[in-house]
C-alpha cells in the first residue's frame, strides 16, 4: 500500500499529465499565501482543537436607525472569551450612508468592506458591467469608505456584489489589480437540505465548487481570498435561504432556531466558520431582533470556544492556524487599536457663502472699531 503522501504525488503527477489544475494542499497551494478550502481544515486541526468561528455581515448603507441595532446587538459590552470585543463585518455602500457612523463603528472594532456606489439595479447590470464601469463601482467607493470615515484605504480589504451576481473574471481582474484581499460574492447551496460546511479558499486555482449564480471565475486570481456566502438551513423546510432576509420566521422561537440549529450543526460537527448574511432591515421585525440577541447572549454566556469575529479576523486565522489552547497568544485576534486618519470636517455647501460673508464682515468690523476707539482716545 502506498502511504498518503505518496498517493497524493502520483495524483500531482497524473494531474499534470493531462494539464488539468487542481489544487492540492501542502504541495502546490501552501499557506498562509495559498488554501485549497473544502472541507478539509486549516492546519489539518482537529473539530476539538478549532475555535468555532460566527461572522455576521450586514450588506448596503449604513444610516441612525441600522447604528443603533448594531451598537445594542455589538458594542453593548460584549467580549469573546480572549477578553476582545465581538465584531462583524458591514459591506457599505454609498447611497443612504452616515459615514460619520461607519467612522464610529469602525473605530469600535467592526470591520467595513465595500459594496458598490450606486448598488444599481437590474440585477443583470452587475453580470454584464463593463471592467470601467465595474472598477468605479469597487474603487470609488472604497475611495469614499477611506475619505470620508478616516479608515486608512489599506484596512478597506473585502469586497461583496450587489445581489451576489457575480462579473465572472472582469471582477476579479479588477479586486486583485487593486489589492483586496477577498471577495464574497459567491454562494454555497445547502446539501439534502442541510447546511454546506466549507472553508474559504483563495482562488490561485480559480473557483473550484459548483457554479451557482453565473458567471464564476475561470481563471487563477493568486493569493485572492473567496469566503462565499453559504446557505442557511431552515428548521423544518427542504430549502435553507443565503440571506437570512429569505428566510421569514413568524415568530421569536422560529427566529431562534434559526440560527441555533445552524449553529449546533456547524459546533458539534467540523466546527467550519458559520456565517450569518443580512440586510439589517430583517431586524426591523421584533421578533428577529430578540432572537438574534438571545442567540448572542447565549453563545457569550455559555460557550467559551466560540468566537464572534469579522471577515478580515477569520482569513488571519486561517493563515495562521491556531489550536484552541493558544487561541489567547493568537495576535490575529489581539484588541484591535484601530487608528483612523484625519477626516477635514463636513461644511454644507447651501450654506458656504453665508458663512464666507459672515467671516469676512467680522474682519472688517474689527479695524473699524479700533480706529473708533482710537479717534476717541486722542479728543480726549
Avoid at 55 to 64: C, E, G, I, R, T
Wanted: aromatic content about 14%; glycine content about 4%.
Amino acid at each position: 500500500m502506498f502511504s498518503p503522501d505518496i498517493l497524493q504525488y502520483i495524483l500531482l503527477i497524473c494531474v499534470l499529465m493531462v494539464g488539468a489544475e487542481i489544487c492540492l494542499q501542502d504541495n502546490n497551494c501552501r499557506l498562509p499565501n495559498c488554501y485549497c478550502g473544502g472541507r478539509d481544515t486549516p492546519g489539518n486541526l482537529l473539530p476539538s482543537e478549532i475555535p468555532q468561528i460566527i461572522v455576521f455581515s450586514f450588506d448596503d448603507a449604513v444610516n441612525s436607525e441600522n447604528y443603533q441595532m448594531y451598537e445594542k446587538l455589538f458594542l453593548n459590552n460584549r467580549f469573546n472569551p480572549n477578553g476582545c470585543p465581538i465584531s462583524m463585518t458591514m459591506f457599505v455602500s454609498h447611497n443612504y450612508t452616515e459615514y460619520n457612523l461607519v467612522r464610529d463603528l469602525y473605530s469600535k472594532g467592526m470591520e467595513v468592506a465595500v459594496h458598490s456606489v450606486t448598488h444599481r439595479t437590474p440585477t443583470d447590470f452587475w453580470k454584464d458591467a463593463s471592467t470601467e464601469q465595474l472598477r468605479y463601482e469597487i474603487v470609488q467607493q472604497r475611495k469614499n469608505l477611506a475619505q470620508k470615515t478616516g479608515i486608512p484605504i489599506q484596512n478597506i480589504t473585502g469586497w461583496r456584489s450587489p445581489f451576489l451576481q457575480s462579473a465572472g473574471d472582469k471582477l476579479y481582474s479588477i479586486l486583485q489589480e487593486e489589492n483586496f484581499q477577498y471577495d464574497s460574492t459567491m454562494t454555497v447551496a445547502t446539501e439534502n437540505g442541510f447546511s454546506s460546511k466549507f472553508w474559504p479558499n483563495t482562488l490561485d486555482f480559480g473557483w473550484q465548487l459548483d457554479c451557482n449564480v453565473r458567471p464564476c471565475p475561470k481563471g487563477s486570481y493568486s493569493g485572492l481570498w473567496e469566503v462565499p456566502v453559504m446557505m442557511l438551513e431552515k428548521p423544518f423546510a427542504p430549502i435553507g435561504c443565503l440571506y437570512l432576509d429569505s428566510c421569514r420566521p413568524e415568530n421569536k422561537e422560529e427566529a431562534f432556531q434559526l440560527f441555533w440549529v445552524n449553529f449546533h450543526s456547524f459546533y458539534k460537527g467540523s466546527r467550519a466558520p458559520l456565517f450569518y448574511t443580512m440586510h439589517s432591515s430583517w431586524l426591523r421585525e421584533k421578533h428577529n431582533y430578540d432572537a438574534m440577541n438571545y442567540f448572542l447572549l447565549t453563545i457569550l454566556h455559555y460557550y467559551s470556544d466560540v468566537f464572534i469575529i469579522s471577515y478580515q479576523q477569520l482569513i488571519e486565522w486561517m493563515q495562521n492556524p491556531t489550536k484552541l489552547v493558544d487561541i489567547n497568544n493568537f495576535k490575529g485576534w489581539h484588541c484591535p487599536k484601530r487608528y483612523l486618519n484625519f477626516v477635514q470636517p463636513f461644511v454644507d455647501t447651501n450654506n458656504v457663502n453665508n458663512v464666507n460673508n459672515s467671516a469676512a464682515n467680522d474682519f472688517i468690523r474689527i479695524p473699524f472699531l479700533l480706529s473708533l476707539l482710537l479717534i476717541v482716545l486722542i479728543t480726549l
